[in-house]
Every structure is written in structure tokens, then in C-alpha cells.
């Protein structure tokens, strides 16, 4: 997230502390990383939305989840416009970082080694979603 950018959903450091856990907020707002294996959401198989864990904007449909072998939950294409997109040149090396696009927060990052029909791997840090099953996973934004 560049601090040029402005979103929706603008708020202090302090406002995301209160309402974000300590390492939602590390990853979320400080484009920290969770440790692979460790999401609940990597054996999330059932229908539903993948939502922000920040903001609640769905963004991606649990019809384009697959199983990476990263470690980490993986799907190949957003919900259009749900994201975006910035260099990312930490760690000395270069990625795609992804973050939402309704509030800025740091999701995780993008790989040109992803299946059909996209060829993307969309890996995301698990604690960076929350998870809506079946019915009501339509989108209400």
C-alpha cells in the first residue's frame, strides 16, 4: 500500500489497531507475512466469498481456490476490481504485492505459475481473509 494512494475506506493507524488482532495488523497493515501451513483456510474447500478481514470486500469466489502446495491459500483470479496491484521490491528480491482495493490492506502477493484459465497464483496470507460460506456468499457491496 503506498501512502500516495488514497481507498474507500481510509482510517489511523490506531483505529485498525483497535479493531484488527496484533498479527492481522502486522500482516494487513504493516505487509507482514503469516508462517505457510498455518491458515485455517487452506482446508477451506466448501462454497462461499473470501472476504477482507479488514474491510469485509469480497475478493474472490471460492470457485477459484486451489490447492498451491504453497502453504498458503491460493486462487487464480480475483473478484474484478476487488483488487490491486503494486511493486513490491523487499527482501531483495521483486514481486507483485496484492492488497484491497476497497482499504488498502496488504493481502499478499501474485505469481505468474498459476493454472487455466489465468495462469496467476493469487497467494494470499490467510489471516488477510475471512471466509462466508454457501448461500449468503453472494456479494453485497
Known amino acids: 500500500m503506498s501512502s500516495k494512494e488514497t481507498y474507500p475506506v481510509e482510517k489511523s493507524a490506531e483505529e485498525w489497531r483497535r479493531e484488527l488482532t496484533p498479527a492481522q495488523f502486522h500482516v494487513l ?8 501451513g498455518t491458515s485455517a483456510l487452506l482446508g477451506e474447500h466448501r462454497a462461499g466469498m473470501f472476504r477482507c478481514a479488514a474491510c469485509g470486500q469480497p475478493l474472490f469466489e471460492s470457485s477459484t481456490k486451489f490447492d498451491s502446495g504453497s502453504g498458503w491459500p491460493s486462487f487464480f483470479k480475483p473478484i474484478e476490481r476487488a483488487v490491486g496491484t503494486a511493486q513490491d521490491r523487499s ?9 484491497c482495493a476497497r482499504c488498502g490492506s496488504h493481502l499478499g502477493h501474485v505469481f505468474p505459475d498459476g493454472p487455466a484459465p489465468t495462469g496467476l497464483r493469487y ?15 453472494e456479494r453485497t457491496d
Open 29 to 36: 497493515r504493516e505487509h507482514g507475512t503469516e508462517r505457510a
Open 91 to 99: 527482501l531483495f528480491m521483486q514481486r507483485t504485492e496484492v492488497h
Open 123 to 137: 497467494c494470499m496470507n490467510g489471516i488477510a481473509l475471512t471466509f462466508q460460506p454457501g448461500p449468503g456468499a
